[in-house]
């Protein structure tokens, strides 16, 4: 069905600039703004499907990395659970009224 509406000069070019610039007609560059302000199209929703796609499309675990990231993730890792482990350790001694020295605690050297 045609609908023809009065734009002003100024509108029109930047609807015409605009369109241009996206790659797409005058036409569906309207349409797709009516889609959008009558709540038919909702970009957060695409969004939120074409991340859920990309999630269900990607391996578990660390398939993808290399021998080289996987290290690096090894050795963080491992780096986290002793910081969280001399955290809770630290928090344990404060909640006993006693002093964390932290002496078992690897220092690191640059």
């Not at 609908?3 to 569906?28: C, F, Y």
């Not at 309207?30 to 038919?40: H, K, M, T, W, Y």
């Not at 001399?86 to 404060?94: N, T």
């Amino acid at each position: 069905m045609a609908v023809s509406v009065r734009l002003e000069p100024l509108l029109e070019k930047e609807l015409e600039l605009t369109a241009k610039r996206m790659g797409v007609t005058k036409s569906q560059f309207i349409v797709s703004a009516l889609e959008r302000a009558l709540g038919r199209k909702n970009p957060y929703d695409l969004l939120l499907k074409v991340q859920a796609e990309v999630r269900e499309s990607l391996p578990e675990g660390n398939e993808f990395l290399s021998p080289t990231k996987a290290a690096i993730r090894s050795k963080l890792k491992t780096k986290r659970d002793a910081n969280q482990a001399d955290w809770l350790a630290f928090q344990e001694a404060k909640k006993q009224g006693k002093v964390w020295s932290g002496a078992d605690q690897e220092t690191d050297k640059p």
